[in-house]
């Protein structure tokens, strides 16, 4: 069973910076897929930033610019760097990671952190 289990969240001001971890464990051949997402309260689920299959990576509209998706492969574990954070950024953040497992192919969420920005 893979695990993922992410950390960082927490209450920051306009402007200010957080960095989330998201780190993945469990009997794993490899990662293929693994980013980050949130849901803001009464909003769908949308994609922040990703690294793909192909190794690039993606981010949303809103969030180009101001954060940064990095990776360490040794470690299975991704990062955000959230700068520039605004209210609309407010929302529960969570990892996911797909790949190949001992059991066969997994696809897991970890389980959220809150960001909040507010002054």
């Known amino acids: 069973q893979v695990q993922l289990v992410e950390s960082g969240g927490g209450l920051v001001q306009p402007g200010g910076s957080l960095r989330l971890s998201c780190a993945a464990s469990?009997?794993?051949?490899?990662?293929?897929?693994m980013g980050w997402y949130r849901q803001a309260p009464g909003k769908q689920r949308e994609l922040v930033a990703v690294?793909?299959?192909?190794?690039?990576?993606k981010y949303a509209d809103s969030v180009k610019g101001r954060f940064t998706i990095s990776r360490d492969n040794a470690k299975n574990t991704v990062y955000l760097q959230m700068n520039s954070l605004k209210p609309e950024d407010t929302a529960v953040y969570y990892c996911?990671?797909?790949?190949?497992?001992?059991?066969?192919?997994?696809?897991?969420w970890g389980q959220g952190t809150q960001v909040t920005v507010s002054s």
């Open positions: 996911n990671g797909r790949g190949l497992a001992v059991r066969g192919d997994f696809g897991s």
């Open positions: 469990g009997s794993i051949f490899s990662i293929n897929v």
């Open positions: 690294f793909t299959s192909n190794g690039s990576t």
